[in-house]
């Protein structure tokens, strides 16, 4: 029961989540909400399924909502990116603050927002209670789980990158972070450069390529770094194209993704836009490391989309306490 005009803070955890990371971790989390939360003020779901974790995070974004006029009630995700992305698309446009713990093996939102990625220090972080609001990406089209729109924190990828992500995501999870390296040979042996149809703020263009990532932030894929300048506070998409290359020269530039380094290479090209429609025969796009959809797929940036919880950086002005 929350006391009356306290707000209520609700943290959804997948105990699972970073090969049982989440679990281990989840006292000294909660030890941190606590500090700087009022008495009865947590509550607390453990998920134990995508469906179950899905309607708890929609649940507390509702109960928000309803007392908005009265208290600023909250929702604190704690998992890998799955967990991330249901809370942003469950708090996304509502104006309900979220909190982003991270235990998972990639942590690419948390890394491209610039938060910790130590649990302890991002539910501190949560408990200071300033808030600052990000662009996030909206997608729509025929995607997975029977919906025609979504909303993306990290990148949308297609192509290449999306084959190795999906591959990725059926290995093991003993292979942890490992998942995604492998999954990036096994998939090299037979791919070849894909067909695309794109649409870059009214400029249509046909060509082939390796693949077509559109970014929100900077990394995907458990650290690489897809969009170097990439900001989810400038209003603009990062676009980043591979042309075709030898599978030797995508091997080459594979390692050089996590520095950023490799869109020095001749092959690469990087745009920008704020709204995209990519398309093309068997292409299928992945987003935040789950499953999106088949293209066509029409993305667009919205500015300010989602309120989070964020240290402080530049005039105070700019950030809001609870």
Known sequence: MTPPGNALTTLVVNPTAGRGKAGRQLPK????LLKGLPEGALQVSQAQSYDEAKAACAAAVAEASAHSDERRDALVVMGGDGMMHLGLNAAAGSGVPLGLIPAGTGND???GLGLPLDGEAAARIVAQGLTKKIDLISVTGRLSHGSAQRWVGCVVSTGYDARVSRRGNSLPPAWGSLAYAAAALLELRGFKPLPYRLWLDGEAREQTAMFVAVANVPFFGGGMNIAPK???DDGRLDVTIIHPVSRLTLIRLL???FTGKFVQD?????????EVLVDGDDLYGM???EDLGPAPLHLRVVPEALTIYAPPQGPLSRWRRR
């Open 109 to 111: 939102f948390c890394r």
């Open 230 to 232: 990439g900001k989810p």
């Open 287 to 289: 987003a935040d490391g």
């Open 255 to 257: 390692p050089a993704m």
């Open 29 to 32: 989390v909660l030890n941190q």
């Open 266 to 274: 001749p092959a690469v090209e990087i745009l920008q836009a704020k």
